[in-house]
């Protein structure tokens, strides 16, 4: 957990509820954290989602992984401290995002497992809903897809610190949700996360 820095700084409670923000929006917000290897379809099912959730009237806000760190964290690189800070900046940016009544779809390599599971207490300590996704896929085939060109670059030596090559992926021990992007369909994974928000009661107020 980060230190708490500033002094004499206090929560500012309004007047305006969580509840108020859900049922002026007709949803409940949420968290999906997807995880898993470069290329292993957490960016395309994430954006399949969005889609799918607005074209459903749904509030939805996507955040990126290579999105993130050209703004927000463009002062962050990839030791494991500064991973470490990556996800713990967004996981409260997305607590935001939730409390606003907004679906929230992260994806993020996010690595190490201590980090998720951060991010994960942060939301239940608010009371939030936080869903974990893995998307699973073997090595190889993420390897082969390399869609950026990645996985050549760090077997060159020319990117240290490269997850699933020089640096560990801990896979979820109890993920809500598992996607095995090579062996499903987009349609099928968009599918199944529907469901699930529509079981779990965010889809409505």
Known sequence: MAEQKATNVHWHEGDVTRE????????????????????????????ALEKALIERGKLT????????????NKNLGFSAEDRAENIRRIGEIAKLFVDTGVVTLSSFVSPYREDRDLVRE?????????????????LEVAEERDPKGLYKKARAGEIPNFTGISDP?????????????????????????????????????
């Open 122 to 138: 942060l939301h239940n300590d608010g009371g939030m809903d936080f869903i974990e996704v893995f998307v699973d896929v073997p």
């Open 169 to 205: 992926y801990e896979e979820p021990l109890q993920p809500e949700v598992v996607l095995n992007s090579h062996e499903m369909s987009l349609e099928e994974e968009v599918e199944l996360l529907l469901n699930l928000l529509e079981e779990r009661g965010l889809l409505t107020a």
């Open 61 to 72: 806000y996507r955040l990126d992984g290579d999105n993130i760190r050209l703004g927000i």
């Open 20 to 47: 108020d923000r859900n049922k002026l929006l007709n949803q409940k917000g949420a968290t999906l954290w997807f995880t898993g290897l470069s290329g292993s379809g957490k960016s395309t099912v994430a954006v």
